[in-house]
């Protein structure tokens, strides 16, 4: 098939570098896309906000722009097949205009709208019957109170990488509540966390990757390891990925998503959060899975056909490589040579060329032939690797 025209209704691809493809962020999960599209010669352009991001030396064109500024984007866009994200605080706005000109934008701006605000997600659960916990929408911190204590509260807008949450106990807690547009949340009595990655393309096939199971740092509220597939019942595991697939249809999206789940001690499934995109709890697909998520993601993006998500091994997992609690610089990474060194164990750097505190520096994904076995090589590698700096 050949690039149709991007005032066609239709989107018809050719594998090859005429195909220029624009990602809005440049960093590792930009990164790892461009590996994947690689594989399938497609042109992958950037824009970053930041003149050294990991993107910057892998792709033929990079802009260093503003990702929430709608003419930055539009400038960027304007001339691209195709456009799609790594981080989800970007311009709607912008991205609008480029889908009125015909550029195919994935995911499309009105889901974008939907998942950049804590709350239009909550509200969106709530019409679909979408099994998530009870919610209240605040101004600010006079109102942190309105739902009782303990409570979490979320900022609508702007978080990431477990910034912007809060969970508030105490009154002695309340001090330290944002004073800006918020959701109250009460808080789960939480068994585990889980995610399941599903993919959507435009003809409405679907694709789950397994359940996985994530363990957080309680200091850095980060994803410290995954383990997959979950160690959760049969059913636990089918009503998971039933439920990824009624977010996906309910919102009728097209891309990837990765839906962030509590399994609570009741054994209730609740839909915490959405990602519009790649995600952290779907690096370990790189060695683990038939289809990667970044390839399945490029996949969803250009309308082909989806992958095959089935496991390649019995047990897998992802360990975050992040910086160090005292860690400022240029980045020094310890352990390499012990990881590399471990079977099944396979490093990914991301190329960031200073370390700050609790920074996603790396992954490193484990395979092997049970749980017990993964479990091991995860302690392991904990507590051989680290990343420090050198001011």
Do not use: W
């Not at 970053?48 to 500024?69: K, V």
């Not at 605080?89 to 195919?104: I, P």
């Not at 995109?277 to 990667?292: F, L, Y």
Request: charged share 25%.
């Amino acid at each position: 098939m050949q690039i149709g025209s991007k005032n066609s209704h239709e989107f018809d691809v050719s594998f090859g570098p005429s195909l220029r493809l624009g990602v809005l962020g440049g960093g590792q999960l930009g990164r790892m896309m461009i590996q994947s599209a690689v594989d399938f010669d497609v042109r992958v352009e950037v824009m970053d906000p930041s003149a050294d991001a990991p993107c910057r030396h892998l792709t033929p064109r990079f802009i260093q722009g503003d990702l929430q500024n709608a003419a930055d984007v539009v400038a960027f866009g304007s001339d691209l097949d195709a456009i799609t994200i790594e981080i989800e605080h970007v311009s709607v706005t912008g991205l609008r205009q480029l889908e009125s000109q015909g550029v195919r934008v994935i995911p499309k701006p009105d889901h974008l709208a939907i998942i950049q605000d804590k709350g239009k997600q909550k509200a969106f659960f709530a019409e679909n019957d979408i099994p998530t916990s009870p919610f209240e929408l605040i101004e600010g911190a006079s109102d942190v109170q309105k739902m009782g204590l303990p409570i979490v509260q979320k900022m609508r807008k702007g978080g990431y990488d477990g910034k912007g949450v809060v969970v508030l106990k105490t009154e002695s807690d309340l001090e330290k509540a944002f004073d800006v547009p918020s959701v109250l949340e009460h808080a789960v009595d939480i068994e585990k966390e889980l995610s399941v990655i599903v993919a959507r393309n435009g003809s409405g096939d679907i694709r789950c990757f397994p359940v996985v199971e994530a363990v957080f740092d309680p200091v850095a509220n980060l994803v410290d390891y995954l383990i997959a597939p979950a160690v959760i019942s049969p059913k636990q595991e089918k009503d998971a990925e039933a439920l990824a697939r009624r977010v996906a249809e309910a919102m009728n999206f097209e891309g990837l998503l990765a839906v962030e789940l509590f399994l609570d001690r009741a054994g209730n499934l609740l839909v915490n959060e959405l990602a519009p995109r790649t995600h952290n709890s779907g690096h370990h697909t790189i060695e683990a899975n038939r289809t990667s998520q970044f390839e399945q993601h490029l996949r969803a993006v250009l309308d082909l056909p989806l992958g095959a998500t089935d496991a390649l091994f019995p047990a897998s997992a992802m360990v975050n490589l992040v910086g160090s609690a005292q860690a400022h610089g240029i980045p020094a990474y310890a352990g390499l040579d012990a990881a590399l060194d471990t079977p099944g164990v396979h490093p990914h750097l991301y190329g960031k060329s200073t370390v700050k505190p609790f920074r996603k520096m790396g992954h490193v994904t484990i395979t092997g032939s049970n749980h017990e076995e993964v479990a091991k090589r995860v302690m392991h590698i904990r507590e051989q690797l680290s990343v420090n700096g050198n001011a």
